[in-house]
């Protein structure tokens, strides 16, 4: 099953700003990554997958 990054910080009980600190990042960045995953640097999407203990191609896409 593929999950978007707002789907998994929820599965997670994580807001935004939790989650931006805890990927050293600001608030609105990760917020611009659950609209456009596109926009994530290659390091960070593998942040996010250890963040969320998922596979890469667990991460869906929109």
């Given at each position: 099953m593929k999950y978007t990054p707002k789907e998994l910080r929820a599965?997670?009980?994580e807001t935004q700003k939790m989650t931006a600190k805890s990927l050293g990042i600001s608030y609105q960045t990760y917020c611009s990554w659950e609209k456009n995953l596109g926009?994530?640097?290659?390091s960070k999407v593998a942040a996010l997958c250890r963040h969320f203990n998922v596979e890469l191609?667990?991460?869906k896409y929109e």
């Open positions: 599965r997670k009980g926009k994530v640097p290659i191609s667990q991460i």
